[in-house]
């Protein structure tokens, strides 16, 4: 069982918007501003999309968008586009020892 | 452009040691943190440890007593040692570059599948 929770899934249609949650804790997503959030498609390695719970890093389309309130992130993809369907992973910063909790992924289908 | 690329057997016995290479191109070792990172098969990610090009090392609570994470500066790569392994280490197992800033991997290498098994 992963430490932060997403859902499972989620579907939306061509130039639809999205919004995927990572609920985490006190003691991880909601005590550091240090959330990630990462596209992997099948087969592939991961890819970074968004840093320090807002932050894209050059090259990612503005399409994609982080925040977060308290316990829980959620990353936005706005017009969705065929290209987005991937699994996307939620990562957050949980102190010096444990370092960084993952969320179980979510598995994003566009119709 | 910065690559990393994984390296080692595809396939080690129960109780052995399992162990991975990842050598960086593009950019020197130095200055960074390294990363191993494994998904086993429909899994989640799951960070594994972090070395810096200085040896300082730190490794995920419950996988600590079986890890050893190294560094090798003049041939710009780092190594991973998972002692003991059973089923449950079958996985998908990535070094990437931790970012600047901390708590974030900003270049992949591609993945190499060890599995498991006698």
């Known amino acids: 069982q992963s430490a932060l929770t997403q859902p499972a899934s989620m579907s939306g249609s061509p130039g639809q918007s999205i919004t995927i949650s990572c609920t985490g804790t006190?003691?991880?997503?909601?005590?550091?501003?240090?959330v990630s959030w990462y596209q992997q498609h099948p087969g592939k390695a991961p890819k970074l999309m968004i840093y320090?719970?807002?932050k894209r890093p050059s090259g990612v389309s503005d399409r994609f968008s982080g925040s977060k309130s308290g316990n829980t992130a959620s990353l936005t993809i706005s017009g969705l586009q065929a290209e987005d369907e991937a699994d996307y992973h939620c990562?957050?910063?949980?102190?010096?020892?444990?370092?960084?909790?993952f969320g179980g992924g979510t598995k994003l289908t566009v119709l | 452009q910065v690559q990393l690329q994984e390296s080692g057997p595809g396939l080690v016995k129960p109780s052995e040691t399992l162990s991975l290479t990842c050598t960086v191109s593009?950019?020197?070792?130095?200055?960074?943190?390294w990363s191993w990172i494994r998904q086993a098969p429909g899994k989640g990610l799951e960070w594994i440890g972090y070395?810096?090009?200085?040896?300082?090392?730190n490794y995920d609570p419950s996988l600590k007593s079986r890890i050893t994470i190294s560094v090798d500066t003049s041939k710009n790569q780092f190594s991973l040692k998972l002692s003991s392994v059973t089923a449950a280490d079958t996985a998908v197992y990535y070094c990437?570059?931790?970012?600047?800033?901390?708590?974030?991997?900003?270049?992949w290498g591609q993945g190499t599948l060890v599995t498991v098994s006698s």
């Open positions: 070395i810096h090009s200085s040896g300082n090392t």
């Open positions: 990562c957050s910063y949980a102190g010096s020892s444990t370092y960084v909790v």
């Open positions: 593009g950019a020197s070792i130095s200055g960074s943190y």
């Open positions: 990437a570059r931790i970012g600047s800033g901390g708590a974030r991997w900003d270049y």
């Open positions: 320090d719970v807002s």
């Open positions: 006190s003691s991880d997503v909601g005590g550091y501003n240090y």
